[in-house]
Structures are given as structure tokens and as C-alpha cells.
């Protein structure tokens, strides 16, 4: 069974920081790649952020470049999303994903249940 549990969102000030932390409940190399994604109330789910867990590569999408930063910590099966620079528009609720190889030739996804952060004044 996978299980991926976010912790850490929250309410923040805009250029405030947050780290949100996704537990895996195992090793992280089980999995391909693992990231983050996010959604705001009535909008479209939106890649962050991912890593590739063998190697530590990253990518980020524009909108979160320069501000946030994934990274993991493979001997506590932990990614992370540290977030600084906040901005309104990053309220959204935040989700982990990781994908992997079970069979065939498609990764299948993997998502936690999301943890809500806001960014407000």
C-alpha cells in the first residue's frame, strides 16, 4: 500500500515562507520521480515542482522559480517543498506526488491528500 501524507501548509503573510514535507511510506527510490503539485478553488490542478529521485534533478514551474525549492531526504523517505517569497497566488491546496513503474510501460501516480496553504495579509 502507498501512502504519501503532507504535512506543514498553513496560513502565511505574503513573503512569507513555509516548508511542506510529504512522508512516503517508503523508500522514495521506489518511486521515479516525486513533486508537487497544487490547486486553487476552481482552477485546473498545476505542476510545481519535481524531482528525480535517483539523481536529485529538479524542475520548477515558472510561476514558483527562484521562490521555492524541492529536495528530499532519502533516509527519512521525506521530499520537501520549501517555499519562501510567498505570493496570494500561491493559496492553493498543495498535493505530493510520486509515480512509479508497477507494471507496463506508464507510470502510475500517486497522490496525498493535499494540505492547504494561504497566503493572506
Known amino acids: 500500500q502507498v501512502q504519501l501524507v503532507e504535512s506543514g501548509g498553513g496560513l502565511v503573510q505574503p513573503g512569507g515562507s513555509l516548508r511542506l514535507s510529504c512522508a512516503a511510506s517508503?523508500?522514495?527510490?521506489?518511486?521515479?520521480?516525486m513533486g508537487w503539485y497544487r490547486q486553487a478553488p476552481g482552477k485546473q490542478r498545476e505542476w510545481v515542482a519535481t524531482?528525480?529521485?535517483?539523481?536529485?534533478?529538479?524542475n520548477y514551474a515558472d510561476s514558483v522559480k527562484g521562490r521555492f525549492t524541492i529536495s528530499r531526504d532519502s533516509a527519512k523517505n521525506m521530499v520537501y517543498l520549501q517555499m519562501n517569497s510567498l505570493k496570494p497566488e500561491d493559496t492553493a491546496v498543495y498535493y505530493c506526488?510520486?509515480?512509479?513503474?508497477?507494471?507496463?510501460?506508464?507510470?502510475?501516480?500517486?497522490w496525498g491528500q493535499g494540505t492547504q496553504v494561504t497566503v493572506s495579509s
Open positions: 524531482t528525480i529521485t535517483s539523481s536529485g534533478s529538479t
Open positions: 506526488y510520486a509515480g512509479k513503474y508497477d507494471s507496463g510501460s506508464y507510470l502510475t501516480d500517486y
Open positions: 517508503g523508500s522514495i527510490f521506489s518511486f521515479v520521480v
